[in-house]
């Protein structure tokens, strides 16, 4: 009968110790601006640690905005109607996957670029569109497109504006994933028929090379609209 307490009670410790470490790895997950364990292993990186704006950098410009961008309660805020300009990360990339979330007030408009190269003097690269659907005229200018180049599946899981979501961007090669709240609603191929047929009916058609896969730094626009970034995140692919 002793034999059996101290069987259950090492079952009943097993459990208990089981349930803190789900708890515990749960709650280090869920806190904004920081990496797991398994995040730091697989070679993600913060971008933001929700105290300071470091990594990036004003466009044109070494050094950070002196306006429009703020840390706000752990938030990367673009205030509204106060022009900070555009901000890039500080290095580029070639293959990567940079995850982010962010959160717009009802009929807000942002953006986050990439592929941005000195070269075109302008800030000019392939952008993951964030806006409020209900202002939009087409599925090319809707969340989560290849802004007027590629549409996003037209079942995307979007959250209503001044709610979070999470989006991603996968660049492995020349092949390009858009990703929203954990679904992938858009894939292409940089280069291809399907782009580059597109392109040249859009206002990028003027840019040499547009829709082709370059190494570059990621930018997030600057709008009027009020927006807040948060857990900006990123791995570099082999």
Known sequence: MQARLQLSRVWDMRHICLALFLTSTLVSASEPNTLTEAERAEGWKLLFDGEKIEGWRSYGSDMSPKQGWVVENGTLHKQADLRGGDIMTVKTYENFEFSWEWKLLEKGNNGVKYFIIPERKATIGHEYQMIDDTKVKDAYSSTAAFYLVAKPSPD?????????????????????????????????????PAIMER?????????????????????????????WFRNLKIKELP
């Open 156 to 192: 995307k899981p979007t959250k209503p504006m001044g709610e979070w979501n999470h989006s991603r961007i996968v660049v492995r090669g020349n092949h390009v994933e858009h990703w929203l709240n954990g679904t992938k609603v858009l894939e292409y191929e940089c280069g291809s």
């Open 199 to 227: 392109v040249p009916l859009t206002k990028f058609k003027k840019t040499p090379g547009f829709g082709e896969k370059v190494t570059g730094h990621i930018l997030l626009t600057d709008h009027k609209d009020p927006c």
